[in-house]
């Protein structure tokens, strides 16, 4: 059969009508923000949130604010804003928060794919092999990490309630975007009164607005994901090499169509030294902005009891979303970091109470190590000694 006229050249070329003709020179993104809408929205139009719920929100934030700041000794910017959004908007945010971190992981990856597919198509072996196949090279590393990190987006706006689903940092200046179709849900789902679980809401996300508004945290955290995704895609580099080395245009039209069967692979994280650091800086972060939230709740809302055990629920309950996406940037978010997380506020809350458990917050080199997560005795003494240096990731 002549090469023009084979399935998989014509499969290749479709491919990179739709690739070359997107917007901006970031294939990537372009297809990550249709498949996270899709997803987040199940192909349904979404009506903008209620004006009465930017009022109600609002009316909590001055209370909410002081709390926090009195728990964690930040100030609160005064011109810090909430804003309701869909589901669809807070996916789009999501990625939009994302892209600087992945951006810097893009080229290389999309070069180390571009190499290793050339010289398959070099390969007098292969002869059989389209020459579209290497076009189609430069644009396939970009192209998977877009579907992944799409998907990923759009299954954790289905949960999220606000900016801090993931304990990553978020764009300096970004207003706190709540979804309040998923407070509504949560609120339903454990028959708590919705003023009080978008007053919990919003303080943790004014916990997270804390933590990360502190540019050393934010800086140690991005240097340790930085690390954790380099380890992270190396699984990836194996699902491109799975789909080209057998050059069977059927197996990869079958795996492009399938972005979730793709994203089963990178799930488990990885064993690595990077991601072990990341996972313990984040979950004790996640674990002390639960900790804000609920110390909150203790004291404004009716039944704080329920309201803390419905929330662990939801933590240690796996969603899609974020074990797509933490399996994506190395972070380990199963129910056992989340328990290890709260160990830890326990016991630092038992050495020191409120006053040591707020220096968490001091900087990047305050964040606990892997070993140290587990042992906070030892993480309050290094974190007393002067002048230290920030901890090898």
Same mark, same amino acid.
């Given at each position: 059969?002549?090469?023009?006229?084979?399935?998989?050249?014509?499969?290749?070329?479709?491919?990179?009508?739709?690739?070359?003709?997107?917007?901006?020179?970031?294939?990537?993104?372009?297809?990550?923000?249709?498949?996270?809408?899709?997803?987040?929205?199940?192909?349904?139009?979404?009506?903008?949130?209620?004006?009465?719920?930017?009022?109600?929100?609002?009316?909590?934030?001055?209370?909410?604010?002081?709390?926090?700041?009195?728990?964690?000794?930040?100030?609160?910017?005064?011109?810090?804003?909430?804003?309701?959004?869909?589901?669809?908007?807070?996916?789009?945010?999501?990625?939009?928060?994302?892209?600087?971190?992945?951006?810097?992981?893009?080229?290389?990856?999309?070069?180390?794919?571009?190499?290793?597919?050339?010289?398959?198509?070099?390969?007098?072996?292969?002869?059989?092999?389209?020459?579209?196949?290497?076009?189609?090279?430069?644009?396939?590393?970009?192209?998977?990490?877009?579907?992944?990190?799409?998907?990923?987006?759009?299954h954790l706006a289905e949960r999220?309630?606000?900016?801090?689903?993931?304990?990553?940092?978020?764009?300096?200046?970004?207003?706190?975007?709540?979804?309040?179709?998923?407070?509504?849900?949560?609120?339903?789902?454990?028959?708590?009164?919705?003023?009080?679980?978008?007053?919990?809401?919003?303080?943790? @996300? %004014?916990?997270?607005?804390? +933590?990360?508004?502190? !540019? &050393?945290?934010?800086?140690?955290? #991005?240097?340790? /994901?930085? $690390?954790?995704?380099?380890?992270?895609?190396?699984?990836?580099?194996?699902?491109i090499e799975k789909m080209t080395?057998?050059?069977?245009?059927?197996?990869?039209?079958?795996?492009?169509?399938?972005?979730?069967?793709?994203?089963? @692979? %990178?799930?488990?994280?990885? +064993?690595?030294?990077? !991601? &072990?650091?990341?996972?313990?800086? #984040?979950?004790? /972060?996640? $674990?002390?902005?639960?900790?804000?939230?609920?110390?909150?709740?203790?004291?404004?809302?009716?039944?704080?009891?329920?309201?803390?055990?419905?929330?662990?629920?939801?933590?240690?309950?796996?969603?899609?979303?974020?074990?797509?996406?933490?399996?994506?940037?190395?972070?380990?978010?199963s129910a056992k970091e989340v328990?290890?997380?709260?160990?830890?506020?326990?016991?630092?809350?038992?050495?020191?109470?409120?006053?040591?458990?707020?220096?968490?917050?001091?900087?990047?080199?305050?964040?606990?190590?892997?070993?140290?997560?587990?042992?906070?005795?030892?993480?309050?003494?290094?974190?007393?000694?002067?002048?230290?240096?920030?901890?090898?990731?």
């Amino acid at each position: 059969m002549d090469d023009a006229q084979s399935p998989f050249d014509g499969l290749l070329g479709d491919l990179l009508k739709i690739l070359g003709g997107q917007a901006g020179g970031a294939p990537w993104f372009e297809s990550a923000r249709a498949l996270a809408v899709g997803v987040a929205t199940e192909g349904e139009a979404e009506s903008n949130p209620d004006p009465l719920e930017r009022i109600a929100y609002e009316q909590l934030l001055d209370v909410a604010s002081r709390h926090v700041e009195d728990i964690t000794g930040q100030r609160m910017p005064a011109t810090l804003e909430v804003l309701p959004v869909t589901r669809g908007v807070w996916a789009v945010a999501q990625l939009d928060a994302w892209k600087p971190t992945i951006d810097t992981v893009v080229d290389a990856q999309a070069q180390a794919t571009g190499a290793s597919l050339a010289q398959l198509t070099q390969d007098p072996e292969n002869s059989g092999v389209p020459p579209l196949f290497g076009q189609f090279a430069n644009l396939l590393g970009p192209m998977l990490l877009g579907l992944q990190f799409g998907s990923a987006a759009g299954h954790l706006a289905e949960r999220a309630l606000g900016n801090y689903a993931l304990p990553l940092p978020w764009p300096r200046g970004a207003s706190i975007s709540i979804v309040p179709k998923n407070v509504a849900a949560f609120a339903d789902d454990w028959s708590l009164a919705i003023d009080e679980v978008r007053l919990f809401a919003l303080t943790r @996300e %004014l916990a997270g607005h804390a +933590a990360f508004s502190n !540019s &050393s945290i934010s800086e140690r955290v #991005t240097e340790l /994901l930085m $690390a954790a995704m380099t380890d992270a895609l190396a699984s990836q580099a194996q699902i491109i090499e799975k789909m080209t080395s057998s050059g069977d245009p059927e197996a990869l039209s079958a795996m492009l169509s399938d972005p979730d069967a793709m994203l089963s @692979e %990178l799930v488990t994280p990885g +064993a690595h030294a990077s !991601s &072990s650091n990341l996972t313990a800086a #984040t979950t004790a /972060l996640a $674990a002390y902005i639960d900790h804000v939230a609920n110390a909150v709740a203790q004291k404004l809302t009716s039944n704080p009891s329920l309201l803390k055990e419905a929330w662990h629920r939801h933590r240690v309950t796996d969603g899609k979303g974020e074990q797509a996406a933490g399996a994506l940037f190395g972070l380990d978010l199963s129910a056992k970091e989340v328990e290890r997380g709260q160990l830890f506020i326990s016991g630092v809350l038992e050495r020191q109470g409120e006053d040591g458990l707020a220096l968490l917050l001091r900087g990047g080199d305050t964040l606990p190590t892997a070993a140290e997560l587990d042992a906070p005795g030892l993480w309050l003494e290094r974190i007393a000694l002067p002048e230290l240096d920030s901890p090898e990731g």
